[in-house]
């Protein structure tokens, strides 16, 4: 690689549904994971809840699904981005 060239970072984000709307520029997003069990090949279901930062106070309704990417920590608990 030459000193000129930038190494682009692919940045990884999530997909998650709209669980509810907290204060003016925050969501709640609830993310869901399937997986086999390693043992036994049966299904698991499990979920995390995100705090995400909504800047442009972008109209979000409950129950939409909506893209998400990991930011620099805004707040305590909020460290995610929407994107749309």
Known sequence: ?????VKKRI???LE???VKLTG?????VRVERKYPHKKYGK???EHKNYLVH???NTEVK???KVNIVPTKPISKT???LLVK
């Open 62 to 64: 409950l129950g939409q």
């Open 78 to 80: 909020k460290s995610w």
């Open 11 to 13: 940045i990884k984000g």
């Open 54 to 56: 909504n800047p442009d």
């Open 1 to 5: 690689m030459k000193k000129t060239e």
């Open 43 to 45: 299904i698991i279901k």
């Open 24 to 28: 003016d520029q925050t969501i709640k």
């Open 16 to 18: 998650g549904k709209v």
